[in-house]
């Protein structure tokens, strides 16, 4: 940590930082609990379903980008309290099972994601149950001309800052069809007021001497980002951390998850005196973990121990009672970490030239 970054982070008025977010993205960070909000609402009136509709078996939620990272979210919880097993589609088509007892949401936030708008149509094809979450675009056309379920969000900023908007329609449409166990709704409020209370510690007009996400952002300045989420929902957690380091801090980010690291990835720590020089770990925890699976706590420990001598090690915690809630404050933390990181490395987090380029000669075909 510098001299010359410390003022960077603690004078985000400057012109010149102005210049380096001209479209405010964290203002959109700082928006995240009321878009949850404005979410939650969105998902709390859809229209009764057909009685004679066959019974949902399996869920498909098909989408990229950051128009996904709320479906992995939303998996993590019905792995918890869902009746039916969800699959999160990244892809132009359909898995082979997918037929008229599937349900398939279909999320894209431009509503003109090529991929995803193939992958629904291939769902119609099979007589899939289907619905569509997005702000507009082509797939809300082609939904409501085939009469399907519709949440519409409100549009004008990018995928990654809205998945609040992304998330809970979806929520709420799930439960609409009677797909979790119990009524989700005091998650959702410990959800939103946790959220409400992070830009108090993290926001921009704290200091850095005493902001946990300004001090993170300055130690991974200059390094590229592992990411090791202990557990479940940590590990979509931190898929979504590794896609806000490459798009709001345009870095290289490497992710994975435990157990599964340590059969593998472990490894490659081996010789990593040799690679790592710029490298620096991220562990997503969770207070739960210990008491609920203790090896899992002890495989974080140990594997720490291994790799401590070869790169910066960083923790960063969830808080809060219910999965949504630990799940959402670890995600949005991520939000605030890669915006400064933005800052610090002079550059634009809104700016995505190389994904606009690459549709651009997607379109040519």
């Known amino acids: 940590m510098s001299d010359t970054q410390l003022p960077i982070l603690d004078s985000l008025h400057d012109l010149q930082l102005r210049r380096l977010d001209p479209f405010d993205m964290m203002r959109l960070v700082l928006k995240f609990a009321q878009q949850c ?21 399996n869920v498909v939620f098909t989408g990229l980008g950051g128009s996904a990272i709320g479906a992995d979210f939303v998996r993590s ?10 699959q999160v589609n990244r892809d132009y088509t359909m898995p082979s099972y997918v037929g008229p007892h599937t349900l398939v949401i279909a999320g894209s936030y ?17 007589g899939a149950q289907c619905a569509v979450v997005t702000s507009g675009g082509t797939i809300r056309r082609l939904a409501e001309e085939a009469g399907d379920t519709v949440a519409l969000v409100p549009g004008g900023q990018p995928p990654r800052s809205a998945t609040g908007y992304m998330l809970f329609p979806m929520l709420g449409y799930l439960a609409h069809r009677g797909l979790f166990t119990h009524d989700l709704t005091p998650d959702l409020t410990e959800a939103v007021t946790l959220l409400e209370t992070m830009a108090a510690v993290l926001g921009p007009d704290v200091p850095t001497a005493r902001n946990p996400a300004k001090k993170l952002a300055l130690d991974l300045f200059g390094k590229i980002p592992v990411i090791y989420g202990s557990q479940g929902y940590r590990g979509a957690v931190a898929v979504r951390w590794k ?5 709001n801090a345009k870095l290289a980010a490497f992710a994975n998850v435990f157990p599964e690291q340590n059969h593998n990835e472990i490894l490659a720590w081996t010789l990593a ?27 974080v420990e140990v594997t720490k121990q291994v790799i401590g001598s070869a790169a910066v090690i960083r923790e960063v915690w969830a808080k809060g009672d219910s999965l949504i809630a630990r799940m959402l404050y670890l995600a949005h933390y991520a939000d605030y970490v890669t915006v400064y990181l933005a800052y610090l490395n002079a550059i634009c987090p809104t700016d995505i030239a190389s994904i606009d380029h690459l549709k651009a000669e997607m379109a040519k075909l």
């Open 77 to 86: 919880l019905m792995e918890e309290c869902g009746t039916v097993p969800m």
């Open 110 to 126: 431009s509503g003109n994601t090529e991929e995803t708008l193939a992958a629904y149509a291939a769902a119609k094809r099979t």
């Open 37 to 57: 909000q404005e979410g939650i609402a969105l998902g709390q009136s859809f229209p009764n379903e057909p009685a004679d509709r066959p019974e949902i078996r």
């Open 273 to 299: 005196a040799r690679q790592s020089q710029n490298w620096a770990v991220l562990f997503l925890r969770d207070h739960k973990e210990a008491a609920e699976m203790p090896r899992i706590a002890h495989r």
């Open 243 to 247: 896609g806000q380091f490459n798009e």
